[in-house]
């Protein structure tokens, strides 16, 4: 992924995240169990502070760091951890759950990419 690309990505997926947050916060109150809301919620949270992450690879990979890898893993991580969640608490689907662990892996493997590659600059 491009300095560029990881930047729109991150902002678009901070944007929704903040949309999807007052989603959560006001029209699903009514609608939803507690712990639904507080499932969305963490899909929310864990989908800013990598739509964060993403947006600091652009920077970074602006700088002459190696950051591509991890922004693809913590692109995925945010489709499958918290697209999984959000998916869970609007249709009920049980199995779907067995992807969110999927999707932490990809959080983690972004963030072991990041220490890896991300600390030495592109030749």
Same mark, same amino acid.
């Given at each position: 992924?491009? /300095?560029?690309? +990881?930047? $729109?990505?991150?902002?678009?997926?901070?944007?929704?995240?903040?949309?999807?947050? /007052?989603?959560?916060?006001?029209? %699903?109150?009514?609608?939803?169990?507690?712990?639904?809301? #507080?499932?969305?919620?963490?899909?929310?949270?864990? #989908? %800013? &502070?990598?739509?964060?992450?993403?947006?600091?690879?652009?920077?970074?990979?602006?700088?002459?760091?190696?950051?591509r890898? @991890? @922004?693809r893993?913590?692109?995925?991580?945010?489709?499958?951890?918290?697209? +999984?969640? &959000?998916?869970?608490?609007?249709?009920?689907?049980?199995?779907?759950?067995?992807?969110?662990?999927?999707?932490?892996?990809?959080?983690?493997?972004?963030?072991?990419?990041?220490?890896? $590659?991300?600390?030495? $600059? +592109?030749?």
């Amino acid at each position: 992924m491009t /300095a560029s690309g +990881s930047v $729109r990505l991150g902002a678009l997926f901070a944007g929704l995240g903040v949309a999807l947050g /007052a989603f959560g916060a006001h029209a %699903m109150k009514t609608r939803f169990p507690a712990e639904a809301l #507080q499932t969305f919620e963490t899909g929310v949270r864990w #989908q %800013m &502070y990598h739509a964060l992450a993403l947006l600091a690879c652009g920077v970074l990979e602006v700088q002459g760091f190696r950051t591509r890898a @991890a @922004a693809r893993l913590f692109a995925l991580g945010i489709l499958l951890f918290s697209g +999984s969640l &959000y998916a869970f608490v609007f249709t009920g689907l049980h199995p779907l759950v067995f992807v969110t662990p999927v999707g932490g892996v990809a959080f983690l493997l972004g963030w072991l990419a990041l220490l890896v $590659r991300g600390t030495t $600059r +592109s030749q």
